[in-house]
């Protein structure tokens, strides 16, 4: 099974058109999709009452995919960054927060992407090992963004690691920007479930860190059809070893990203699940996506 969602509900301003969905955009978002990334949690532990409220806006087979908090994957450099009397205060925080997602049965997993300088060392493999004891039998996916982890010497191994220690592997399809980027690693290292994350390839972007607005012009691409393609064979190849491949576009900066889902979908030959919109008969997916916007 293929799963296509997004990286976050609100800014896809173009699934809200209907009465009413631009103040509920989750149960909107909900018609087109069934599952999505939730950022928020990356920048603050939300409360466990928001978690509840997302569960009950959302359909019985809608997923979510939580980002871990960044003090859960050291995005400070520095000491003393988070709100917490301890690293174990912090998580135990964190899976309080998500525990209402866990009991609706809605949790994908929890994705833990790290940070560009977070090489590939001995001291980081520790660090890892005690991500994932400390989340216990969360379900956990795992992506780098230091190019180390992939070198040709090191990409069977650090698949091996993400297997035998129970992560789920991400897919990423990003810039080639240097020492801050990963190549595409088409590997599974579970049958129950592997992530694809796709972040455009806005070389110019993606290092421009620490510039005005970089946020805004980071993930600003849009995929073409023949780079679509592409991925739609690669889907097909991990599907065959993996129950569920989940598929996230982030390509959120000039309002891509939702665009480039339909369009996927359609050459899938994949609907929006849920029917209550007017658009191209049923069974006519390219017909649709194009009706779509």
């Given at each position: ?198 972040h455009g390839r806005n070389d110019s972007g993606w290092v421009s860190a620490g510039q005005p607005n970089w946020r805004d012009v980071r993930y600003l691409y849009r995929y073409n059809d023949a780079e679509l393609s592409d991925w739609a064979e690669r889907l097909h190849r ?43 008969p049923p069974g006519d997916a390219d017909a649709q996506q194009l009706e779509l916007f």
């Amino acid at each position: 099974m293929i799963e296509i969602g997004l990286c976050g509900w609100g800014d896809h301003s173009e699934l809200y058109r209907g009465a009413g969905a631009a103040r509920n955009k989750l149960p909107a978002y909900a018609q087109w999709f069934r599952v999505v990334e939730v950022d928020s949690t990356f920048y603050a532990i939300q409360s466990s009452q928001t978690m509840a409220k997302w569960a009950s806006e959302t359909p019985d087979d809608f997923r979510f995919v939580i980002k871990a908090y960044q003090g859960m994957t050291g995005h400070s450099r520095g000491k003393g960054f988070h709100p917490f009397e301890s690293e174990a205060a912090m998580f135990q925080a964190f899976l309080d927060a998500i525990a209402p997602i866990r009991e609706a049965g809605k949790l994908m997993a929890v994705l833990f992407q790290y940070p560009p300088w977070f090489n590939c060392t001995r001291a980081n493999v520790d660090v890892l090992r005690s991500a994932k004891a400390q989340m216990g039998d969360v379900p956990c996916a795992l992506e780098f963004r230091h190019q180390s982890w992939y070198t040709p010497e090191m990409r069977e191994k650090t698949v091996a690691f993400t297997q035998r220690e129970g992560w789920f592997h991400t897919v990423c399809d990003e810039p080639q920007a240097g020492d801050g980027s990963i190549p595409i690693v088409e590997a599974v290292t579970s049958e129950e479930l592997t992530l694809v994350r796709l972040h455009g390839r806005n070389d110019s972007g993606w290092v421009s860190a620490g510039q005005p607005n970089w946020r805004d012009v980071r993930y600003l691409y849009r995929y073409n059809d023949a780079e679509l393609s592409d991925w739609a064979e690669r889907l097909h190849r991990l599907a065959k070893q993996s129950r569920t491949v989940c598929v996230l576009f982030n390509n959120n900066s000039g309002g891509d990203a939702a665009d480039n889902a339909l369009q996927l979908m359609a050459m899938l030959h994949q609907l929006p699940p849920r029917g209550s919109f007017e658009l191209a008969p049923p069974g006519d997916a390219d017909a649709q996506q194009l009706e779509l916007f």
